[in-house]
């Protein structure tokens, strides 16, 4: 039983604080994932809870114990690192082993547990090898290999992904999520691919100059991000946004272009208010070609010319020119279509969302 | 006319083969080939005369030979891992060091700048029984009322010799070592961290891994260094007294100019060659294998 608690957590070099006091509650046997982009401080967080970083104020909690002053060895942790950090003098059996001899287990149970281990991450033929003579996927196995083994209360991974190239990516992904529906430990997965965040995590955490923007399931974040930042962040494309200025029962463009305010904003929208206005791919496509939230009285169609499309096969990316700029909007079942092209565009207001201009936090409809 | 038919690359390195030709294989030739002669400078006639094995029958059957052979070898053994230790020691606290590291690395490597023959001067200064800085420090801080003679007894004057040796070359060790720390990958040392090593085992198991091949080229360049030690010795007790700090070439210098034995000296000069050939060997089998377990890629 092995919940992760961060209490106020900061961490300063010399004068510059880099993570601002973060609380965060890891249930037990959960899959968290940290994403931000780079110097976010999710590294550094997940280096503290490691114990390779020291804490500069609050408190780290594994299994209801406060271990800032713990060494690493003493935290009954396992992490994976980004550059695979192999012993590069050992075989894959001892760099998978290793912890176990150092714990002076007798050599039947290591190597039992390092069969085990193997068997799970299809490494069998390799265990003689040194890690020179593997390649990057392979590596990162016997990475997560050397992981399992120790049978840890929490499991850290740093960017394991990174180093690989995009099939293999998908592949390790994919046996991350079973070890974890295998192990039943904590996991505490630090990524800056919102993708690896979305498909692995039971939680994300989004974090963004040492702040946490925003905790939820990967369906909560998408659905409802509570800032700009995570709206922009999660999701691929990413949601277009612009400012609006409230006017008459409408949203207005800076380019004069109106559409009417989303049914769910109708009372809490001050006339003249300045607003982020953000509507995601999938909420814009040429009519027909798209499926709204259903409210079809939430629809509103504007005639657009096409700037561009990219063709996925099973759906085009369609660059429109809206306001000056282009959006991005997603269509199923594509039909080919000319630059320049004009095309009716269904704009689904039932699924837009309104930021405050200042803070950047969403506005509750 | 046969010059125009070597090639251009042939031809412009012809000069520096001939410069080496001149320098280094003809006065080898001639060195082996005087090591087969009763060659004395004393007699240039000698020169021509050859006695086949002789001299190195004689000079394996020699035990003052042996005697030196035996003590360069103890005094190899006991130097380069005196050198090792300190130079792994030291190279270990100055990568600890978070400020002044580049005064550090440039301090450490002082004892390298000076010639063997001013560390024999200093050394032997050090040690004088009388006057010497050494014996005055133990009396001043109560540690003996004695006249330690360092340089006279033969025992002292090995130790004498090997700590002039060890403080001149450490800095070529913790160079070395220091290099490896530095290029060192963080990451292995973290995981191990994490596996649950204690610094100890970290440094047993990972760090010491990865810099064995740095140790092992700063061996083999020591050995050869060390196994041609001259200078030092030559100046703080010209391998006295009464030969118990006579080394291999004070030995062979002794017996070519003293004795004036030019072929016989040459004949040593052969065997004690040898000795830091199968050295060298050694090491570097040793660097390849280290290398070949850490997957270098250099």
């Known amino acids: 039983m092995a919940p992760v608690t961060l209490r106020k957590l900061v961490k300063r070099y010399g004068a510059l604080e880099v993570v601002h006091g973060i609380d965060l509650e890891v249930k037990d046997r959960e899959f968290i994932a940290l994403v931000g982009p780079s110097g976010c401080g999710k590294s550094t967080t997940l280096r503290m809870i490691a114990g390779l970083e020291d804490v500069s104020d609050g408190a780290i909690e594994i299994g209801g114990h406060k271990v800032n002053d713990l060494p690493p ?18 075989t894959v059996a001892e760099n998978m082993g290793f912890s176990l001899k150092i714990a002076g287990r007798k050599p039947d149970e290591i190597k039992a547990r390092v069969d085990e281990a193997a068997a799970i991450l299809d490494l069998g033929h390799l265990l003689e090898r040194r890690p020179s003579q593997l390649s990057g996927g392979q590596r990162q196995r016997v990475a997560m290999g050397r992981a399992i083994v120790r049978q840890p209360d929490v499991f850290l991974f740093d960017e394991p992904l990174s180093n690989l190239d995009a099939k293999l990516r998908t592949q390790v992904r994919t046996e991350i999520k079973k070890l974890h529906a295998r192990m039943q430990a904590t996991m505490i997965y630090v990524t800056h691919d919102q993708v690896e965040a979305m498909t692995l995590s039971d939680r994300i955490v989004i974090m963004r100059d040492g702040y946490i923007e925003q905790v939820g399931t990967p369906e909560e974040v998408f659905q409802r991000p509570a800032t700009k930042f995570v709206a922009g962040f999660i999701g691929s494309p990413p949601m277009n946004m612009d400012e609006v200025i409230v006017e008459n029962g409408a949203l207005v463009f800076a380019s004069g272009i109106r559409l009417p305010i989303p049914p769910r904003f109708a009372k809490s929208l001050r006339p003249g208010q300045k607003v982020t206005f953000g509507l995601r791919p999938d909420d814009i496509y040429p009519s ?35 306001n000056g700029r282009d959006w991005v909007s997603r269509m199923l079942n594509p039909r080919p279509l000319a630059s320049g092209e004009k095309v009716r565009m269904s704009f689904d207001l039932s699924r837009a969302h309104l930021f405050d201009i200042d803070t950047g936090k969403a506005l509750e409809g | 006319m046969k010059l125009k038919k070597l090639s251009a690359p042939a031809l412009l390195l012809l000069p520096a083969f001939v410069v080496l030709a001149a320098v280094i294989v003809l006065p080898l030739l001639f060195s082996f080939y005087s090591s087969f002669t009763p ?23 020699n035990a003052e030979f042996w005697v030196a052979f035996g003590r360069t070898v103890l005094l190899l053994t006991v130097a380069l891992n005196a050198e090792m230790l300190l130079g792994l020691g ?33 050394f032997k200064f050090l040690f004088n029984d009388n006057i010497g800085f050494v014996n005055n420090a133990l009396q001043s801080l109560g540690l003996t009322d004695q006249a330690i003679p360092w340089l006279i007894d033969g025992n002292l004057a090995l130790l004498s010799i090997i700590i002039a040796e060890v403080w001149s070359s450490t800095a070529v060790f913790a160079i070395l070592i220091l290099a490896g720390l530095l290029a060192m990958p963080k990451d292995p040392v973290e995981a191990a961290h994490v596996d649950g090593c204690t610094p100890w085992q970290t440094f047993r198991y990972v ?3 990865y810099l064995m091949p740095f140790a ?14 001259y200078d030092i010795v030559k100046i703080m007790t010209d391998g006295g007294p009464a030969k118990r700090t006579e080394l291999l070439w004070t030995l062979v210098g002794r017996t070519a100019y003293a004795d004036a034995r030019m072929g016989l000296a040459n004949a040593m000069a052969y065997v004690a060659i040898l000795l830091s050939i199968v050295f060298t060997v050694y090491f570097f089998r040793k660097l390849a294998a280290a290398r070949q377990q850490i997957g270098a890629e250099w």
């Open chain 2, 90 to 122: 030291l190279a270990l606290l100055v990568n600890k060091a978070t400020h002044g590291q580049r005064l550090l690395r440039t301090a450490m490597m002082f004892p390298m700048m000076f010639s063997p023959v001013l560390v024999g001067f200093q």
């Open chain 1, 288 to 322: 027909g070609h798209g499926l709204h939230a259903g409210d079809p009285a939430a629809v509103h169609e504007i005639e657009l010319p096409v700037s561009i499309t990219e063709p996925l096969g099973n759906e085009t990316l369609v660059f429109i020119q809206f």
């Open chain 2, 39 to 61: 060659f004395r400078l004393t007699k240039p006639e000698t020169l021509w005369v050859f006695v086949g094995l002789r001299n190195y029958v004689t000079v394996l059957s």
């Open chain 2, 207 to 209: 760090t010491w891994p």
């Open chain 1, 73 to 90: 060895r003493a935290r009954n942790i396992s992490m994976v690192f980004q550059s695979y950090a192999l012993y590069p003098h050992m």
């Open chain 2, 216 to 229: 092992f080229i700063a061996m083999t360049i020591r050995s050869l260094d060390v196994a041609r030690a």
